[in-house]
């Protein structure tokens, strides 16, 4: 009986250490807050589906929102299983620290007990007297009052000490039936989970079915998609351009300017300079003169006498300035402000942190080289994201910048551009735009409504870029995950 205990106790601590190693880094309280917010996740995917169920043609649009479901669902159940494991492992700590309370309440009880078994025998006042006059010496009559009066605090302690320890017993006992309460309601959770999984892979089946026996048509409208998208990519692309070669030529005329006036600055210097030092030489011709008459008169009077004086040495001209160096007009310019510079390295600091552009939605198609999710050996090269949301959803902007641009493209709808330094963003697929060139935006600032499209189950998508100079990012990378 004993080795059965003991292999039992094995196994439970072996189960505890390999969860405990399994999830380090995470609590009940965070799968929690994960599994609250994949339910919101799935409510927005919902929401989207239920529009789109309002056509009953079958769609891309439509694939693609039950595939976001499933997959939504899928991470889902997998939180709930991790939960439900760590809480089993919270339900079984704490059930041991209701055993250890529980056995030090019965040993304390037990304790206490005892004490007043021996202080009902000896109760009586003459006892405790005679008690402490029986001793032999004064300090062992002062150390017997001592024991007497610890004796009875010890005996309030203990009472005290018990209370406290039925108090945990309790908090304990009501924390083990709040997570079996918990647990409960997530294990139901993940059961009509599963059953919702089950239902959407069926339907995504039949989608999927339906939308291979049009191959045709989806070839067709995937070359109308991608000459769309690459129109409107090359006209991004050109307006980027535009803008950074006019902000260049600005500022190097700008910079050009000041090189002028710089020059002409120095020249004025120059001259002024020359004119003092012309001056200062005939001061200084008129002074060798007379330097040079003294001399001939000294040279007279040596020969007359026969002596022999020294010279006055003559003064040297002053050399005239040299032209100023035109070296400044060589050096590099400034390709932005000091205000677009701040604004660029807080931008770049903020990679992975930067909101959604829109409040609420998912990923519908990834940065980069794409597979086609029904043609085989098709695939697309997006050169931004899009991002699916419920309709009548806007765009934001993802930090503080100027609106640089507002463009229409036939076929896309409007876009704009804003400037954060040298990163710009783009928004695209928009019927409404509530900003104008110049204006200074905030982060999350709503700058455009989405278009919906009532033609493909009411479609309503972003189409997203990050921009650095001419050269484009992954945006994916700069917002937050």
């Known amino acids: 009986m004993h080795f059965t205990l003991t292999n039992r106790l094995f196994v439970i601590t072996l189960f505890l250490m390999t969860v405990c190693f399994t999830l380090p880094a995470q609590t009940v309280k965070e799968l929690e807050r994960q599994r609250k917010q994949t339910l919101q996740n799935l409510e927005n995917t919902s929401k989207m589906l239920n529009e789109t169920n309002k056509s009953k043609k079958s769609s891309l ?20 299983s991790t939960e439900i494991s760590l809480m089993d492992v919270e339900i079984e700590r704490l059930s041991q ?69 039925r108090a945990q017993i309790v908090r304990k006992n009501d924390s083990i039936n709040t997570h079996k309460v918990t647990k409960v309601e997530v294990v139901k959770q993940k059961e009509t989970e599963a059953q919702k999984l089950t239902k959407d892979q069926q339907n995504e089946k039949v989608l999927l079915t339906d939308l291979q026996k049009k191959e045709k048509n989806l070839r067709e409208a995937q070359r109308v998609q991608q000459k769309k998208a690459n129109d409107l990519n090359n006209r991004i692309e050109r307006m980027i351009a ?81 032209a100023a160096s035109e070296s400044a007009s060589s050096q590099s310019v400034s390709t932005l402000t000091r205000e677009e510079s701040l604004i660029s390295g807080s931008f770049e600091r903020n990679q992975g942190r930067l909101p959604w552009p ?82 200074h935006v905030n982060a999350k600032q709503a700058i455009g409504k989405i278009y919906t499209d009532d033609d493909n189950g009411n479609k309503t998508e972003l189409y997203f870029q990050v921009w650095k100079d001419k050269n484009l990012q992954n945006p994916e990378k700069w917002i937050t995950r």
Request: charged share 30%; no cysteine.
């Open 61 to 80: 649009n439509k694939l693609t929102i039950i595939s976001k479901n499933i997959n939504e669902r899928k991470t889902l159940i997998k939180n709930i």
């Open 97 to 165: 620290e209701k055993t250890k309370l529980e056995d030090k309440l019965k040993t304390l009880k037990t304790d206490y007990a005892n004490l007043i078994q021996e202080a009902h025998i000896n109760r009586s006042i003459y006892a405790k007297i005679m008690f402490v006059l029986s001793a032999k010496t004064f300090d062992q009559s002062y150390r017997r009052l001592r024991y007497l009066q610890e004796y009875s605090t010890y005996r309030k302690e203990q009472v005290i000490e018990i209370e406290q320890v």
């Open 242 to 322: 535009d803008q950074i070669r006019r902000a260049e030529a600005k500022r190097a005329a700008v910079a050009a300017k000041r090189v002028a006036e710089a020059k002409r600055a120095t020249e004025i210097k120059r001259q002024a300079e020359a004119r003092r030092i012309a001056q200062e030489n005939k001061r200084i011709a008129e002074e060798n003169r007379r330097i040079e008459a003294r001399n001939k008169r000294i040279a007279a009077e040596n020969r007359a006498k026969g002596t022999k004086t020294k010279a006055t040495p003559k003064l040297e001209p002053i050399a005239a300035p040299s």
């Open 358 to 439: 829109t409040a609420s939605g998912f990923i519908s198609g990834h940065f980069g080289i794409q597979q086609h999710p029904i043609l085989k050996y098709i695939t697309t090269n997006n050169k931004g994201i899009y991002i699916k949301t419920p309709a009548g959803g806007t765009a934001r902007a993802v930090f503080e910048g100027v609106v640089t641009q507002r463009f229409s493209i036939p076929g896309s709808n409007y876009g704009v551009i804003i400037q954060h330094g040298n990163y710009r963003t783009v928004y695209a697929n928009l019927t409404q735009i509530f900003v104008n060139i110049g204006d």
